[in-house]
């Protein structure tokens, strides 16, 4: 089984920009989908976007997120990477990468209660001061 660990956050002003990782351990890594996650206090998980496990690593974005977030992965090293640009004070939120074999489940996994990703990280705290 994979397991996840989120590392890179931290504190950042606003407008700037940070690249978190997900580090993978076990040899299954390249059979996965991922997926990067976040939660703000009080507030339900909401999806960043998510990567195929093809060589061509397609990726999916909601509306919401799309243009300044930037998803990519190097199976090579175990690892899936969240680029992040512009941050506001509002991305504060701790941030979780997930894996599961099947790209749609991490797609509709916080609008399906059928649906859950198979593996979770501990998650990386993201401050974004003002």
């Known amino acids: 089984q994979v397991q996840l660990v989120e590392s890179g956050g931290g504190l950042v002003q606003a407008g700037g920009s940070l690249r978190l990782s997900c580090a993978a351990s076990?040899?299954?890594?390249?059979?996965?989908?991922m997926g990067w996650f976040r939660q703000a206090p009080g507030k339900e998980r909401e999806l960043i976007g998510a990567?195929?496990?093809?060589?061509?690593?397609?990726?999916y974005y909601p509306d919401s997120m799309k243009g300044r977030f930037t998803i990519s992965r190097d199976n090579a090293k175990n690892t899936m990477y969240l680029q992040m640009n512009s941050l506001k004070p509002e991305d504060t939120a701790v941030y979780y990468c997930?894996?599961?074999?099947?790209?749609?489940?991490?797609?509709?996994?916080?609008?399906?209660?059928?649906?859950?990703?198979?593996?979770w990280g501990q998650g990386t705290l993201v401050t974004v001061s003002s």
């Open positions: 076990g040899r299954t890594f390249s059979n996965y989908a």
């Open positions: 997930a894996a599961d074999l099947v790209l749609h489940t991490l797609v509709v996994a916080t609008t399906d209660k059928d649906k859950n990703p198979e593996v």
């Open positions: 990567i195929s496990r093809r060589s061509g690593f397609s990726t």
